[in-house]
């Protein structure tokens, strides 16, 4: 049994997540003895831990996946002091939760993806606790995609003083910044402070080297509730950007008399953005382009219970293809990715809610149940979970625009501006520094277009899939930019480079969405990018999506293949597009699709290539194909007639890709990158892959904390005896775990319907992917991975 606050002390907080039991039931009532209980721990998903079912209620929206009614139970050893508060701080609960300490129901909270406290003071006994926890997903069909289903993120014992600062009520803002100095304001709620003489605050601001840079000293009146406001100044301020994510501290100390009654530590960045209707966002004075992609919630394998460091490798891929902005579709996030954007340097647009006061259906597959959803308790709960998203988050400085909603019903309605002026005003009552959108998905359309009573309620008109309706798929923003040129205009969802990794279907039919070949699927987005490139009011675009994602699929599908990136995090054709455009700093050579094509020899088959070098020359068995070349922008002259900046490159497109028609052989296609001067800066090379021989297998890290929560997840590759992947001939692989947890494996194929939680699953395209969990105490993991007929492979990790 785990014992919590042995030692006397102020604010502490205790990690509640390891030792619980979990029983899946169909009833609200306490399981019977009949029921089996199993030990988990947390967070927890239980819906990945069952099959796929096509008859599940949750239907294609929400993956086919178990959902239903769980318990979670843990009994845990507390010291009492008197005097003290004590809390439960749940980061999430999917959802409709109720909650009892020792027998007493000490409160519940419905919306799955917001953070919730309870005061356990009352309840909470010297020694042995018995902790209860009801978990209700059963109303199915409940969302559009997957949820997940438990106590899907981290749960906290938390230990105060009766006089503390309120949760999430400190508030640090920087409202002016120059190269010489920054103005920063904290503000904070002290509870308790009733009739307590001598109380003060002390804040003080630590750079990121966490050096004392600022500090404010205040006396407070004993007052029960009391919101306080002090005023720092900053030296030489180092500026929180995209290229350089640097971070303060604010220290902030609640004192009586000289003691320490409570403490909190807040990061911050010092950091000015702004919007313009003729230059869109301005990120510390200079224009950035929103370069976004859109983000489920779930990791693939580990559903909605997403180990933080699986965020940071699927970051980091996304950093590394230029992308500078994320939308959390369309929930708020889990704590973690929040922070790891504030390393990283993202930029991020924080959103409440997918429904309102009306409902949505939830039409994929073949949904012959009645929808259910959050709309049955928004009059209810809207303020409270709108309240908790901006409170947590608001100090990210990360965060530049909240989002109060996601294609909302209400916004074709004609009283539907009512229930946007009432969010909004929640959002800027809360935080008046960032301004607030809706993702509209009916601009212009035909017959019940959204209302221009709505969309002036937004700071930010945000646009989902601008180019749908008549002479938008031409236009885009025009029409908008010429009727409101005050507007501040985004496209908060649009059209990406997206399908099934290693899909090289020519006979794909095009569809609503826009075409299916490999050879056509980027048409689309490159006509969007060219847009957003060259109107500097337009804010930006967020891409569907960063990565796949489960639910809203078709059966055999669990999940959508809408990402640039698959559920493993490998990466698609697609990544490699944006790629191309958002980073230039590096040259991008990109070949697809690769030389294991079910087709006759000498068949004559499109080779796509994606790039950023200013010309490409193609051979095929030695035999030149010709170069063939883009410019994007297109220069104009400068300065006199006829002179031009750059030298001429020889353009063959206006399209964004390049592309051959070329034989189908065994010959080995060689790419060569040039220059406008004519120097190669980059190669690539496809070759067709012989028989498999040998598996290897990488892991992302050497080593991982030995905490019993940090993962280390494992690249998985099918090789021939050269080394090359062999993408068309898949085979199982088993993955053998020494001193860790195996928490799943995938390989990115939806239709795949292996147990997330199977030791063995097929590679798809040659690759395969596994997570696994590290011990709490300190050793080595060895991970073994084995095939028939091939030679395996081995890798150890080290835990500390």
Not at 474 to 501: K, Q, S
Request: charge should be negative.
């Amino acid at each position: 049994m785990e014992h919590f606050f042995q030692n006397p002390g102020l604010r502490e907080k205790a990690f509640l997540g390891f030792d619980w039991q979990f029983a899946l039931t169909d009833s609200r009532d306490f399981p019977g003895a009949d029921v089996p209980w199993r030990a988990v721990q947390l967070p927890h998903d239980w819906s990945v831990d069952y099959p796929v079912d096509e008859s599940a209620p949750s239907c294609g929206s929400g993956g086919y996946a178990r959902t239903g009614i769980g318990w979670y139970r843990r009994v845990f050893s507390a010291v009492v002091t008197e005097g003290s508060r004590y809390a439960l701080l749940f980061d999430g609960v999917f959802m409709n939760c109720d909650v009892w300490l020792n027998g007493q129901h000490v409160g519940g909270h419905v919306y799955g993806y917001t953070s919730f406290e309870l005061d356990i003071t009352s309840s909470l006994r010297e020694g042995e606790n018995e902790l209860l926890v009801r978990v209700d997903n059963s109303q199915q069909p409940g969302s559009r995609w997957y949820t997940g289903s438990g106590i899907t993120r981290n749960v906290y014992l938390v230990r105060t003083g009766s006089v503390h600062f309120r949760t999430w009520s400190v508030f640090v803002t920087v409202p002016e910044i120059t190269g010489d100095r920054a103005k920063v304001c904290v503000q904070a709620e002290v509870l308790g402070a009733y009739d307590q003489p001598g109380l003060t605050l002390e804040t003080t601001l630590l750079d990121p080297d966490g050096q004392p840079v600022a500090r404010d000293c205040a006396a407070l009146a004993p007052v029960a509730k009391l919101a306080t406001h002090q005023q720092l100044e900053v030296a030489r301020p180092r500026r929180w950007d995209i290229d350089s994510p640097v971070l303060y501290t604010a220290l902030t100390r609640l004192m009586q008399d000289g003691r320490l009654l409570d403490e909190m530590q807040t990061p911050f960045g010092l950091r000015e953005i702004a919007y313009d209707a003729e230059n869109g966002f301005l990120l510390n004075g200079r224009k950035v382009i929103m370069q976004g992609v859109c983000l489920h919630h779930d990791g693939g394998c580990v559903g909605a219970a997403v180990p933080p460091a699986v965020w940071e490798r699927r970051l980091k891929k996304l950093k590394a293809m230029g992308c500078n902005a994320l939308r959390c579709s369309h929930n708020p996030p889990d704590p973690a990715l929040l922070d790891l954007a504030d390393t990283l340097g993202f930029v991020v647009m924080d959103e409440a809610f997918d429904e309102w006061h009306h409902m949505k259906g939830k039409e994929f597959g073949s949904n012959t149940h009645a929808s259910q959803g959050y709309s049955e308790w928004f009059d209810a709960c809207a303020t409270e979970d709108m309240k908790a998203m901006v409170e947590r988050d608001r100090n990210h400085p990360s965060i530049v625009l909240w989002s109060i909603g996601n294609e909302v019903r209400e916004q074709s309605m004609p009283d539907g501006w009512k229930y946007a002026r009432m969010l909004a005003g929640l959002c800027h009552g809360l935080d008046s520094t960032r301004p607030i959108t809706q993702a509209c998905d009916q601009m212009k359309a035909e017959p019940y277009p959204a209302t221009e009573a709505f969309l002036n309620e937004l700071d930010i008109v945000g646009v989902n899939y601008v180019d749908r309706w008549r002479e938008r798929t031409e236009t885009f923003f025009d029409e908008e930019r010429h009727e409101h040129p005050d507007w501040l205009l985004l496209g908060t969802e649009d059209i990406a480079v997206n399908g099934r990794r290693g899909d090289y279907d020519l006979s794909a039919e095009a569809t609503v969405w826009g075409p299916k070949r490999y050879d056509a699927r980027m048409l689309k987005a490159e006509k969007l990018w060219k847009y957003i490139r060259t109107r500097r009011h337009v804010i930006g675009s967020f891409m569907w999506t960063g990565v796949d994602y489960l639910g809203e699929c078709f059966w055999p599908d669990k999940g959508s293949s809408a990402g640039v990136m698959d559920t493993c995090g490998f990466e698609k054709d697609g990544y490699y597009f944006y790629r191309s455009q958002w980073k230039k700093d590096e040259p991008v050579l990109y070949l697809c699709p690769h030389r294991n094509l079910n087709l006759k020899q000498g068949s004559i088959y499109p080779l796509i290539c994606y790039t950023n070098c200013a010309s490409v020359e193609l051979m095929v068995g030695g035999v030149s194909y010709g170069v063939k070349a883009y410019e994007f922008p297109n220069q104009g002259m400068t300065r006199e007639w006829a002179h031009f900046d750059r030298p001429f490159a020889p353009i063959t497109t206006n399209d964004l890709h390049l592309s051959w028609d070329i034989p189908f052989t065994r010959d080995e296609v060689v790419a060569i990158g040039r220059d406008l001067n004519g120097q190669e800066i980059a190669r690539a090379v496809l070759r067709p892959a012989g028989a498999p021989d040998h598996l290897e297998v990488l892991a992302d890290r050497p080593q991982i904390r030995a905490d019993g929560r940090d993962v280390v997840q494992l690249e998985i590759a099918l090789r021939d005896a050269q080394g090359q992947l062999v993408p068309d001939h898949d085979l199982p692989v088993t993955v053998h775990v020494e001193g860790g947890e195996l928490l799943g494996m995938d390989n990115g194929r939806p239709d795949d319907q292996t147990l997330y939680r199977s030791c063995c699953r097929d590679t798809f395209g040659g690759l395969a992917c596994a997570i696994v969990r590290a011990p709490r105490v300190p050793g080595e993991i060895r991970l073994q991975v084995s095939a028939p007929g091939v030679q395996g492979a081995a890798v150890t990790v080290s835990a500390r």
